[in-house]
């Protein structure tokens, strides 16, 4: 898959991932991990640069004597994975219309 289109959905998926509750680093890994695998070397650097976008805010939480960091969607954050599901309805219609092509030559 192509490297900025998969960065792209790994975006789309950690937004997703705190859409309705917070939440923290090593949560966001385990709620995606049945669907897509993400290591924390990867995710990190992604929270960071969807934060400094506007897409989440982080807040400091005192857990057992460390400093989580949880995360928080904004509302542009929201805005922008509204804006991938009307996205991805073109894109499966694109997808059908390959697809049926490629069935078509068999």
């Not at 959905?9 to 669907?35: F, H, K, V």
């Not at 960071?48 to 995360?71: A, D, I, Q, W």
């Not at 009307?86 to 059908?96: A, F």
Request: net charge neutral; charged share 30%; proline share 3%.
């Amino acid at each position: 898959m192509e490297i900025q289109l998969k960065k792209g959905l790994l975006e789309i998926c950690i937004l997703a991932a705190i859409l309705n509750e917070d939440s923290y680093g090593y949560r966001i890994i385990e709620t995606i991990r049945p669907y897509i695998r993400i290591s924390e070397s990867t995710l990190y650097p992604i929270l960071r640069r969807l934060g400094e976008s506007g897409l989440l805010e982080v807040r400091p939480v005192e857990y057992n004597g460390r400093t989580r960091k949880y995360y928080h969607i904004t509302q542009a954050g929201i805005d922008k994975v509204e804006k991938f599901l009307d996205d991805w309805k073109e894109i499966m219609t694109i997808y059908d219309f390959v697809n049926k092509e490629i069935g078509m030559r068999s």
